[in-house]
């Protein structure tokens, strides 16, 4: 069957725009707008990076979705039936987002933030189990595809069009309207099939936590120089974090507008970084992923002070474009060398499980001391903050150099030079 006639690709589509929703809401650049409209402190605004805790520690509870059956939604599955229970959940926890107050309230604002998220990163779990289970293994990478692009297109209907909507509707009517965007989940929930069960009976919670998470770090553990690649993955984003938490307010400050910073930070900032990451992929295989993650590596690190040039700038609409250019293509850039880099140290027994598990854990370092952004920024000055923040990268390129020279990654074979 043709895959546009399988409609399981679309209805993937679907769930991956339902899945990438909420992220700009509560973890990305539309709270962030709305806090800096709304005169909280730069240091509260450093916070804010808190919130998305709940998608990297969403590994903790998976375990209990895949064994507890949903209550009162049992008969549809146990994915479709945990999907129905969490979707309607989350579209309400949006919209009583976008009608509380943080000009009032930021704490209600932010806890309210905090229960999208982790309904966020429940529905991410179910989802990527269904995505896996209703589809054969020959169709996983192209089910993938759809999934991540239905991931973007929300990226940009969430983030972008929010922001955009906020001067017509105010803040409460522009999370409205995100919050219905919700209902393409729903839908495609609803026409989605359960997958068929298995015999077997799912396997205990604590067993699953075993499975999922401590077996794979034991059995990393073990691997030569295993402290020094978790720094690595630790800390090779903590520059480009520490910044990015802090981007919406610095806009705000040099007098950019709400629509300017939607239509350069979130729109063209996203395809600079898709367009980053598939340069990145041709970097990789015509240098090697060594010498890539090296070039790459600088790159984004030196791309920060993009940061400091658009500071000395003020209110510079091309050195805007140039600023989120260049930063979201070298982040992009690095990312594909970094997840080549990494794909490759993760061991073939524990390879998906692995890899999740360092992503995940990579991420909280920097949520958590992306939490400092704020009081940084604030006792710095801009230029001072961000020149910080290219500084904050050195130690993770010391341990990169460290990991290539001690544990060289297996190179593909370079590319053909063209014949002419």
């Keep these: 069957m043709h895959p546009f006639r399988d409609r399981r690709f679309p209805i993937l589509l679907a769930l991956g725009f339902s899945a990438g929703v909420p992220l700009p809401l509560v973890a990305g650049g539309v709270l962030r707008q709305w806090f800096t409209e709304s005169g909280l402190s730069l240091t509260d605004i450093g916070l804010t990076a808190l919130i998305g805790l709940a998608y990297s520690l969403k590994f903790l509870w998976s375990p209990a979705l895949d064994t507890v059956a949903p209550p009162f ?41 905090a229960l999208v998220a982790f309904l966020s990163a429940s529905q991410d779990i179910v989802v990527d189990a269904h995505r896996i289970e209703i589809l054969e293994e020959r169709d996983q990478g192209y089910g993938l595809a759809c999934y991540v692009w239905g991931y973007r297109l929300a990226l940009l209907a969430s983030g972008g069009g929010t922001l955009w909507l906020v001067s017509a509707l105010g803040w409460g009517g522009a999370y409205a309207y995100a919050a219905a965007l919700m209902l393409v989940g729903v839908v495609a929930t609803l026409a989605s099939r359960e997958a068929p069960t ?59 507008s709400r629509d300017e910073v939607a239509a350069v930070g979130t729109v063209f900032g996203l395809f600079a970084t898709l367009g980053g990451a598939l340069a990145g992929g041709y970097v990789v295989a015509r240098l090697g992923t060594a010498r890539a993650l090296v070039i790459t590596g600088l790159g984004q690190m030196l791309s920060n002070l993009m940061y400091v040039a658009l500071a000395s700038a003020g209110y510079d609409l091309p050195m805007l474009w140039l600023q989120v250019g260049i930063e979201n293509f070298t982040d992009g850039l690095a990312d594909a060398a ?25 991420a909280v370092p920097l949520r958590t001391l992306g939490a400092s952004s704020g009081a940084l920024a604030e006792a710095m000055g801009w230029p001072g903050f961000f020149l910080m923040t290219t500084a ?29």
């Design 338 to 362: 970094f997840v080549t880099y990494l794909s490759g140290l993760t061991s073939r027994a524990f390879t998906a499980t692995q890899y999740a598990l360092l992503s995940s854990l990579a």
């Design 392 to 420: 904050a990268a050195l130690p993770a390129m010391g341990i990169m150099l460290f990991l290539l020279w001690r544990l060289p990654p297996a190179e593909p074979a370079p590319l053909a030079e063209p014949a002419g």
């Design 198 to 256: 298995k015999a077997a009976a799912p396997l205990p919670w604590g067993e699953r936590l075993r499975l999922s998470v401590v077996q794979p770090f034991a059995d990393f553990m073990r691997r030569p120089h295993w402290l020094a690649i978790l720094l690595f993955v630790a800390l090779f984003k903590l520059g480009e974090a520490l910044a990015g938490v802090m981007t919406t307010p610095f806009y705000r400050s040099l007098g950019f």
């Design 73 to 113: 939604l049992s008969r549809l599955g146990r994915r479709r039936g945990w999907l129905l229970l969490i979707q309607p959940f989350l579209l309400l926890a949006i919209l009583a987002t976008g009608f509380s107050n943080p000009a009032t309230g930021p704490f209600g604002t932010a806890m309210l933030a």
